[in-house]
């Protein structure tokens, strides 16, 4: 088998994988070893901007912060945005190559193929280990012609498999075996060893049934992984509402839209000892809050239309008549203007939206898509700090010319924007009442001081500070220093066929404050 690469699958979505390679990717990096992520293929809604300006999954771009190296969108070559229940935009080495469905993606799949194999050739050429994430289960008979993201993958690329279950789910030799019995006797042979993930409890009430995994399919397990409680790390897709600290003084509310995309952005708030941050469903009323955030969407006008449908478009009026606070991140930004034109149909059917009418803009959705990481200052009632993050996004949203001031939070002499970019751009809009901050940018809460200046222009006076990128860099250390513990390393070096001398964390994790 190919010797530096070793390829993570799991029994489930959801079973661990990204955390594993994350802390595998770590640990590798400590021994001095050039290590880089992969995913073949990806199917997620939480995307970020490479180095090289292309667009991954988040995971990989963690995963590849936990190798100390740029992102690149080698690292994720096939990443799929579902926009509808059958249609979904594919990205190739972090491009747009196009909406398809199921159909269309089926017939689309040698070359994406093709291109999966050249990033990770290319990867392998500048590497020592390759650590690859498969997607879903290897089990999921109906997927498995021209499969690329599992064992379709790791035959062609003849690399060995370990594959991950949550024992927390229950289940787990049912999940392990029955996982292993639908392989092929070539799937199964490149298998060499089984993680169980998030055990609570006496281990030694475990091993019984350990030794009888053992005995039944001849594969060792590596490690048992104990459950990791208040751990963050940036979430694939599904929305974590988990809150680490207790005091909750400030309400902030996201609406959970049907295409949410990168609610990642909200993280900082979630860690945050000050802030309620709720993810609100759209089928109920949204709770009183003092700041409310439309997040983005990979479908704008369908979103739009499911928010206009549950009444949230009165209560938001509502709520910015009693004095509270609107951001629109994104899709949500777009949803505060006026119109949503799809000339193309890039998001679904051909078509024009109106929006919500509190920002005197207009949106046209546009094939190209706007892909680059950015700097520059936030300038809100004549204050401003530094800001970054990364646009990501077709649209392209410029003020009306002229119009009726049809709402108080119109404001169509006002063209100013919000953030003034170093590379001399401009971004956002700020309504004249200072009620409503629009912007293309995701990512502004990830610096604290842009986060606390957003949060004191939004009503809340604190000083305390989440540094998302230390939240992130203490959650990578915490997962490896635990893999470090629990896993047989020895036979991990093995299973890379490369000679690792493992090295303990010289830093020791420390708790964040947040």
């Known amino acids: 088998m190919l010797s530096g690469t070793l390829m993570v699958q799991g029994t489930t979505s959801d079973a661990g994988k990204s955390v594993l390679v994350t802390?595998?990717?770590?640990?590798?990096?400590?021994?001095?070893?050039?290590?880089?992520?992969?995913?073949?293929?990806?199917?997620?809604?939480?995307?970020?901007?490479?180095?090289?300006?292309?667009?991954?999954?988040?995971?990989?771009?963690?995963?590849?912060?936990?190798?100390?190296?740029?992102?690149?969108?080698?690292?994720?070559?096939?990443?799929?945005?579902?926009?509808?229940?059958?249609?979904?935009?594919?990205?190739?080495?972090?491009?747009?190559?196009?909406?398809?469905?199921?159909?269309?993606?089926?017939?689309?799949?040698?070359?994406?193929?093709?291109?999966?194999?050249?990033?990770?050739?290319?990867?392998?050429?500048?590497?020592?280990?390759?650590?690859?994430?498969?997607?879903?289960?290897?089990?999921?008979?109906?997927?498995r012609e021209g499969d690329i993201a599992n064992m379709g993958f790791a035959e062609k690329a003849d690399c060995p498999v370990i594959i991950i279950a949550d024992i927390d789910k229950g289940g787990v030799f049912a999940h392990l075996v029955g996982t292993l019995e639908l392989l092929s006797p070539s799937e199964r042979a490149r298998v060499k060893g089984f993680v169980i993930n998030k055990f609570r409890g006496d281990i030694q009430l475990l091993n019984p049934g350990l030794e009888w995994l053992h005995e039944r399919t001849n594969i060792p397990v590596l490690g048992v992984l104990p459950y990791l409680h208040d751990l963050y790390l940036d979430a694939e897709d599904a929305i974590d509402t988990q809150q680490l600290t207790s005091s909750k003084r400030f309400k902030v509310v996201v609406p959970v839209l049907p295409r949410i995309s990168n609610h990642t952005d909200f993280d900082a708030l979630r860690l945050h000892s000050d802030i309620d941050l709720q993810f609100a469903p759209i089928t109920a009323p949204p709770p009183p809050c003092d700041l409310l955030i439309l997040p983005g969407s990979k479908n704008v006008r369908g979103d739009i239309e499911y928010l206009k449908q549950y009444q949230w478009d009165q209560a938001i009026a509502k709520h910015l008549r009693y004095g509270g606070k609107l951001i629109g991140i994104c899709g949500g930004y777009q949803m505060l203007g006026h119109s949503i034109d799809d000339p193309l149909g890039i998001e679904g059917k051909p078509g024009s939206s109106p929006g919500l009418n509190f920002l005197p803009l207009s949106t046209t959705l546009t094939k190209n898509k706007a892909l680059s990481n950015k700097t520059g200052h936030l300038i809100i009632e004549n204050a401003s700090c530094p800001i970054s993050g990364y646009e990501i996004h077709h649209g392209i949203t410029t003020p009306l010319a002229s119009r009726n001031n049809e709402t108080h939070h119109m404001a169509p002499n006002n063209n100013a924007a919000a953030i003034a970019f170093s590379d001399g751009s401009y971004d956002g809009h700020v309504s004249d009442d200072n009620l409503i901050f629009g912007t293309y940018l995701h990512g502004l809460f990830d610096n604290a001081e842009a986060t606390n200046f957003i949060l004191q222009w939004a009503g809340l006076t604190t000083t305390r500070q989440v540094d998302i990128k230390d939240v992130r860099e203490q959650a990578i250390n915490r997962v490896a220093d635990l893999a470090g513990q629990h896993l047989d390393l020895d036979k991990l070096s093995d299973i890379l066929a490369l000679p690792i001398t493992f090295k303990e964390n010289t830093q020791p994790t420390t708790e964040c404050l947040v």
């Open 23 to 143: 802390a595998l990717c770590r640990l590798l990096s400590r021994a001095n070893i050039s290590v880089a992520p992969f995913k073949p293929q990806n199917m997620a809604l939480n995307s970020a901007v490479t180095e090289d300006n292309g667009e991954i999954g988040r995971a990989q771009a963690l995963q590849a912060q936990a190798c100390h190296i740029p992102s690149h969108s080698d690292m994720n070559p096939v990443l799929i945005k579902p926009s509808s229940d059958t249609g979904a935009q594919i990205i190739v080495q972090g491009k747009v190559m196009g909406e398809m469905n199921a159909q269309n993606f089926h017939q689309f799949k040698p070359r994406a193929k093709d291109a999966v194999f050249d990033s990770f050739n290319r990867l392998h050429s500048r590497h020592e280990a390759i650590i690859i994430e498969g997607a879903g289960s290897p089990a999921e008979i109906n997927l």
